[in-house]
């Protein structure tokens, strides 16, 4: 299981990102995918999970301000960020589910700016 994420970068507060994960070496779509997130000096945090049928978790965090999809033809999950906060600053890491196990992908850095 391979995990890429993608689409970070520098906001300022109240923009917008778009993170995404191209997941490889099998089909996920009935896996969980999920995003998670570490701040300097933290530890890693829950952001969003969506399951195979489209189910979605959200942190009370992020709730209304991020919305996290899948395309399961391209083995992909995406989270769509608005509304960002100084706090949102951290890695995002995307995850899957898999035997019991949960696979995680290189970060993607996230930085939010006043």
């Known amino acids: 299981v391979q995990l890429q994420a993608s689409g970070g970068g520098l906001v300022q507060v109240g923009g917008s990102l778009r993170l995404s994960c191209a997941a490889s070496?099998?089909?996920?779509?009935?896996?969980?995918m999920g995003w998670y997130r570490r701040a300097p000096g933290t530890q890693r945090e829950f952001v969003a999970s969506?399951?195979?049928?489209?189910?979605?978790m959200y942190a009370d965090s992020v709730k209304g301000r991020f919305t996290i999809s899948r395309d399961n033809t391209k083995n992909t999950v995406s989270l769509q960020m608005d509304s960002l906060k100084l706090e949102d600053t951290a890695v995002y890491h995307c995850?899957?589910?898999?035997?019991?196990?949960?696979?995680w992908g290189e970060g993607t850095q996230v930085t939010v700016s006043s």
């Open positions: 995850s899957v589910d898999r035997d019991g196990m949960r696979y």
């Open positions: 070496g099998s089909s996920f779509s009935r896996n969980v």
């Open positions: 969506i399951s195979g049928f489209g189910r979605t």
